[in-house]
């Protein structure tokens, strides 16, 4: 099982860091990612992190403003979010997927936490 906090509502300018809390024997073969969804539209990629080699992929809007990490030891995987907009605004769920490499299909993940919610007020 996955799940998601560290949601809140802040400032167009700020920063939040959200965890995903994982359960389970097999969270360091699991590769993590993180996907948004705002109101009215789909859910969408934002970050991934490989279980393989630790390499991180991240969506175009999020690139240089969005940090994703993981620590096996604790299950935890984070997505640091800094200098958020407006449209940054959705619930961000956490997910994990046994690929290694195929991260960004979002049909690649198998297990899905409950979401919270981000909203950045401008």
């Known amino acids: 099982q996955l799940q998601a906090y560290g949601g809140g509502l802040v400032q167009a300018g700020g920063s939040l860091r959200l965890s995903c809390a994982a359960s389970?024997?097999?969270?360091?073969?699991?590769?993590m990612g993180w996907f948004r969804q705002a109101p009215g539209k789909e859910r969408v990629f934002v970050a991934a992190?490989?279980?393989?080699?630790?390499?991180?992929n991240y969506a175009d809007a999020v690139k240089g403003r969005f940090a994703i990490s993981r620590d096996n030891g604790q299950k935890v995987t984070y997505l640091q979010m800094n200098n958020l907009k407006p449209e940054d605004t959705a619930i961000y769920y956490c997910?994990?997927?046994?690929?290694?490499?195929?991260?960004?299909?979002?049909?690649?993940?198998?297990?899905w936490g409950q979401g919270t919610q981000v909203t950045v007020s401008s």
């Open positions: 389970g024997r097999t969270f360091s073969t699991i590769s």
């Open positions: 992190i490989s279980w393989h080699d630790l390499t991180t």
């Open positions: 997910a994990g997927s046994h690929s290694s490499t195929d991260v960004l299909p979002l049909t690649n993940y198998r297990y």
